[in-house]
């Protein structure tokens, strides 16, 4: 750190992702118009950097270098943002360990709304993320907020699941989707990352395109878990160990984690299926007799227990992986 502290707190804004320049632009557009709206809800599915997008653009509409549609990185703005400390900018998410947005956490941000922004003339923002994290009374707190005029307030909520919102809080914000980015420019962004092509190919095969859930699964050695998963998985198909015998050593690991390996695995197998090709993994193949719908049906059920578990749900996990497996194996 430098004595006279020029460098203090400078540090490299947020910026959109090379996939994102289409929302980047239609976000531009609407703001040189002047229509840019008080509530947009970035929706998409998870993994492909809506979050860091909607920090992007909090800090460039916080930041006083008004000469580019990005945050400079340099002025007072900016500088508060790297420290932490922008009195304009809340960032609102599950508390560390909770997995849901306590309704305290929307209550204080009715206050903040209601107040002037610190810089005159500025604006303040909010990125809540993920918006499903919010419970019926939760969401009801941030309804009241968005009903009122919210001044010079900018609402970005990031959701990977709008299905889940209540329909009066998506009606009230301005709604732009993200779908899973071109491949060959997420591939050429996880080389920049990890080098190998290859890797990163079956990394992004693994993550269904998505270029940040890909980036997660090599950062935390998922590969090589999911691998133990699906030998243990194999141990069942060929009669060495029981279902439940699976379920109790599945039910010592993340739910989260477990529940994506296998609806991964299990959207892949559906894919092939439905194209009538083998499925690539030697494990899943045995499952490739099931007909499409009997898969989908499975498949819909795993998901919804998985937006369950995320939304904060306490179920027993051992349960829950013993009566998945048996219809499975049925
Ligand atoms: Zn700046």
Not at 62 to 80: E, I, N, V
Not at 187 to 206: F, H, K, M, P, V
Request: proline fraction near 4%; charged fraction near 20%.
């Amino acid at each position: 750190m430098s004595e006279t502290g020029a460098n203090e707190g400078v540090a490299q804004p947020a910026t959109a992702f090379s996939w994102q320049m289409n929302q980047w632009q239609q976000l531009g557009a609407l703001l040189e118009a002047k229509r840019l709206p008080h509530a947009l809800l970035l929706s998409g599915p998870q993994g492909i950097g809506k979050l860091r997008f909607a920090q992007a653009f909090a800090h460039s509409l916080l930041c006083q270098d008004a000469s580019t549609f990005a945050a400079c990185g340099h002025c007072q703005s900016c500088r508060l943002l790297a420290a932490g400390n922008h009195p304009d900018y809340r960032e609102i998410s599950p508390e560390e360990g909770k997995r849901q947005i306590g309704v305290d956490q929307v209550r204080q941000l009715q206050s903040f709304v209601g107040q002037h922004a610190h810089r005159e003339g500025g604006r303040k923002l909010v990125v809540l993320h993920p918006a499903e994290a919010m419970n019926i009374n939760t969401a009801n707190a941030l309804l009241k907020t968005l009903e009122e005029p919210a001044g010079d307030t900018v609402l970005l909520l990031v959701s990977h699941a709008p299905s889940q919102l209540l329909a009066t809080i998506r009606s009230r914000c301005l709604q732009m989707s993200f779908g899973v980015p071109d491949q060959k420019v997420v591939l050429n962004w996880l080389q920049n990352y990890i080098g190998d092509e290859a890797l990163c190919s079956r990394l992004l095969t693994e993550a269904s395109g998505r270029p940040l859930a890909a980036k997660a699964l090599f950062d935390q050695d998922g590969l090589s878990r999911w691998q133990g998963f699906d030998e243990q998985l194999q141990g069942v198909i060929q009669g060495r160990q029981s279902p439940v015998q699976l379920a109790e050593l599945l039910a010592g690991e993340d739910i989260l984690e477990t529940l994506d390996w296998w609806l991964q695995r299990g959207l892949r197998l559906l894919k092939q299926v439905s194209a009538g090709v083998d499925c690539e993994n030697p494990v899943w193949q045995a499952f490739a007799k099931r007909s499409a719908h009997q898969l989908v049906v499975e498949l819909d059920k795993a998901q919804l227990l998985r937006a369950k578990m995320q939304r904060g749900a306490t179920l027993n996990k051992r349960l829950v992986w013993e009566e998945m497996l048996l219809n499975w194996f049925a």
